[in-house]
């Protein structure tokens, strides 16, 4: 059970003192009953909340997918730069969600923000295998050596050796080249790090995968999104 004071302001109809003052006025009903007091415990799984006449529409975890611009990083707070939850709707931010796993602050592209713990878990843990798709541009010509080195496991500078990892050549040539790479891991700058390793340098990353999710190319950079169910139910299949 919970205040309904605070199960409202989570899902951003205000302030608590706005919401003791929404429900004197009656506007606040709890399974077909007018509700003055905002401290009534209810359980908002279950409870027919409503707020002047409208359904409320509560969940406890919220899953956004995001198109990462270039200069932000993957965290919740940072003392310096703008992060990713800056660039949330406030009414997203009121889930106190968090990014699952991290893109480099120049990286861009799909991104999850979640508050679920346990997904996030399952989704960074190495253990299952989730498959990330990068898209990226190197500086240097790319060939059937680097496929067959990362697909044997590159050794990073600090002397890791990485799982096979798949590479995909769009275009190469002796100005550089397009390809796709995708990783299972999520070790600190992977994919940079993967192409030092091969001595060539990666100039643009963009992530177009997570596991059975793809970038909806309608996001605009900065943008995000809910999932739909049906995405959330790949997601979670995993
Ligand atoms: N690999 C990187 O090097 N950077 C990222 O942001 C993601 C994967």
Redesign the pocket.
């Known amino acids: 059970m919970e205040r309904l004071d605070k199960v409202l302001s989570n899902l951003g109809y205000g302030t608590r003192k706005e919401i003791k003052v929404l429900a004197r006025s009656g506007e606040v009903e709890v399974d077909g009953k007018v509700i003055k007091d905002s401290s009534f415990q209810v359980d908002p799984e279950k409870a027919v909340i409503k707020v002047s006449g409208e359904t409320i529409a509560y969940r406890k975890y919220i899953y956004l997918m995001m198109n990462k611009p270039d200069g932000v990083v993957s965290a919740t707070f940072d003392n310096r730069d703008e992060t990713v939850i800056d660039l949330l709707e406030p009414e997203y931010q009121t889930f106190e969600p968090f990014p699952v796993g991290?893109?480099?602050k120049d990286?861009v592209g799909l991104l999850l923000i979640t508050n679920d713990g346990d997904l996030n878990h399952k989704l960074i843990s190495p253990k299952w295998h989730v498959d990330?798709v990068?898209y990226a541009e190197i500086d240097k010509p790319v060939d059937e050596s680097d496929i067959k080195a990362f697909e044997a496991g590159v050794e990073l500078d600090d002397g890791y050796k990485c799982m096979p990892a798949r590479l995909e050549i769009i275009n190469s040539s002796e100005h550089g080249a397009e390809v796709y790479v995708t990783?299972q891991e999520?070790k600190f700058?992977?994919?940079?790090?993967m192409f030092n390793s091969v001595n060539k340098n990666?100039v643009y990353?963009k992530?177009i995968k997570f596991g059975a999710l793809s970038l909806d190319s309608n996001l605009q950079e900065g943008e995000s999104r809910e999932l739909s169910n049906e995405e959330l139910i790949l997601l979670k299949q995993i």
């Open positions: 991290r893109l480099d990286t990330k990068y990783i999520g700058h992977q994919v940079k790090r990666v990353l992530r």
